[in-house]
């Protein structure tokens, strides 16, 4: 149980356009949902929070225009990466938190890599 | 300072040696850490968490936690190629926010 799916698995697009990257939860309701990235060798930076029916919660430093989170169902969530540039590229993840089972832990998709050219 | 620091390494040592994985963290406050497993391209796995301080055993591994020192461990046992993989130390900072170290590159050599 408790797997968290991400599509697609890996992106390339040009510069300029626009990427979506959906997660969802496969077999529990996921009340919140959260969006990371890594870059090379690097460790994961948690971008933003994001709550079921609610707008979500970004990090500092992380632009909210650029990087539009949705998560209109107990079971997706969705990034949008606007605008994309070269600097975007790196390995998005997402986790997700089961809320019935009271634990803190956070199960993690298997993760996007995004190329911008 | 930052919250969570981890030896990025990388660490090679060969089958079956005991390995050592460490963190340090900064805020006593902090009460649950996690240790995770990322496979190359892949998402991270929970390997084991700890409440406050002490110790944790699943199998060939023992998460340790010392908060006088503010230090955590993560010790596998009988190491097999197949952990080889990077290691991650997380902290929950207030209901939900993980905070990693940086990750350290472990190769076990058959």
């Known amino acids: 149980g408790a797997v968290v799916s991400q599509h697609p698995s890996w992106v390339i697009c040009k510069s300029g356009t626009s990427v979506k990257i959906e997660c969802r939860s496969l077999?529990?309701?996921?009340?919140?949902m959260f969006w990371y990235r890594q870059f090379p060798k690097q460790s994961l930076m948690l971008m933003a929070t994001s709550n079921e029916g609610s707008k979500a919660t970004y990090e500092q430093g992380v632009e909210k225009d650029k990087f539009l989170i949705n998560h209109a169902s107990l079971t997706l969530s969705t990034l949008t990466v606007t605008s994309a540039h070269p600097e975007d590229s790196s390995f998005y993840i997402c986790s997700a938190r089961d809320y019935q089972v009271g634990s803190y832990e956070q199960y993690f998709g298997p993760g996007t890599r995004l190329t911008v050219t | 300072q930052k919250e969570v620091e981890q030896d990025p390494g990388p660490l090679s040592v060969p089958e079956g040696a005991i390995v050592s994985l460490n963190c340090t963290y900064s805020?006593?406050?902090?009460?649950?850490f996690m240790w995770y497993r990322q496979y190359s391209r892949k998402g991270p796995e929970l390997l084991m968490y700890?409440?406050?301080?002490g110790n944790k055993e699943d199998g060939r591994f023992t998460a340790q936690v010392d908060k006088s020192s503010k230090y955590i461990s993560l010790f596998i046992r009988d190491s097999q190629p197949s952990d080889s993989a990077t290691y991650l130390c997380?902290?929950?900072?207030?209901?939900?926010?993980?905070?990693f170290g940086q990750g350290t590159r472990l190769t076990i050599n058959p």
């Open positions: 997380a902290i929950l900072q207030g209901a939900q926010k993980l905070v």
């Open positions: 700890t409440y406050s301080s």
């Open positions: 805020n006593s406050a902090f009460q649950y």
């Open positions: 077999d529990f309701q996921a009340t919140t």
